[in-house]
């Protein structure tokens, strides 16, 4: 049990950071189907750097900085170009894909996986089980308690909030809507590269098509969770429990496969039941123009 709870905690770290992104972005009005193309450019960039550089770090700076940058195009084409943000977040989704295969051939000369890189150690400073969680996943955990103070106890979680609820009084009230939605994407980007960044270095390294619909996971687990971050970490936790159970049922009589689609199958069953009775921000999905 103690390692199943272990491995859940490995597994939620990406769904968690990546969900806590799309909180910012879809609380600003702006939905983010690109999470899974951010989660796999993270992934990338942070196995790359690590690699050319031999320090996770810097990998990790640099994941959370493609992250931003992908976030920063679903945002350009979204606000400014006034492209269907659905469309937009698929566009970039399918970008990414064939954008990271194509770099893999550069950089590691194989279309499939990466060379093996170093990763994170727990600190040293903790001892006993604690030693067993990775410093990432502890960066995710606190996360859930700052992102709910900034959301709910800032100026700028305050705006934020508004205007995805009513751009328009928003507006009114002089704030630049566009600019704060901007900036909830962009946060997405950030905390979504971070997470993409531990799939590659926990694993220590990179696989074709890595996130394998992690950021779609996320995005259920944003609406399971009622766009709350205590609601975010339990769904994330309840996904990651199931897809752990796939290392830990392989002597159960369940098939093979049946555990594996498990996280998939939940995720459904998840939206069905609680896509209808959870509201989301008023304005979610619908484009502030301006008069």
């Avoid at 469309?87 to 499939?112: K, P, R």
């Avoid at 390294?205 to 619909?213: D, E, L, P, Q, T």
Wanted: hydrophobic share 55%; glycine share 12%.
């Amino acid at each position: 049990m103690i390692a199943l709870l272990f491995a859940t905690l490995r597994t939620a770290t990406p769904l968690l950071l990546a969900g806590l992104g799309g909180m910012f972005s879809e609380r600003g009005g702006v939905v983010n189907l690109a999470l899974e193309g951010i989660l796999l450019t993270g992934a990338f960039t942070a196995a790359t750097v690590s690699y050319y550089t031999g320090s996770a770090t810097a990998g990790v700076l640099a994941a959370i900085l493609a992250g931003a940058l992908i976030a920063g195009l679903h945002a350009l084409m979204s606000l400014k170009f006034r492209v269907d943000q659905v469309v937009s977040g698929v566009a970039i989704n399918m970008l990414a894909m064939g954008l990271t295969e194509f770099l893999m051939w550069i950089f590691f000369d194989s279309g499939s996986n990466s060379p093996r890189v170093d990763g994170f150690s727990s600190p040293e400073a903790l001892s006993g089980i604690l030693t067993e969680v990775p410093i990432l996943t502890i960066c995710a955990l606190l996360a859930v308690p700052i992102a709910a103070w900034v959301l709910f106890r800032t100026r700028f979680g305050l705006r934020l909030r508004s205007v995805g609820e009513h751009p328009e009084a928003a507006d009114s009230l002089g704030i630049r809507v566009h600019l704060v939605q901007l900036q909830g994407v962009l946060l997405s980007g950030v905390l979504a590269g971070a997470g993409g960044a531990f799939l590659s270095l926990n694993a220590h390294y990179f696989v074709k098509n890595m996130s394998a619909g992690r950021g779609y996971i996320a995005l259920a687990a944003l609406i399971f969770g009622k766009w709350h971050p205590g609601g975010v970490l339990a769904a994330t936790l309840l996904f990651g429990f199931t897809e752990s159970l796939q290392g830990h049922l392989h002597i159960s009589w369940l098939p093979v496969r049946f555990v594996q689609m498990l996280p998939y199958v939940l995720t459904m069953v998840a939206l069905v039941g609680v896509i209808g009775r959870s509201k989301g921000p008023l304005a979610l999905g619908r484009l502030f123009v301006k008069d």
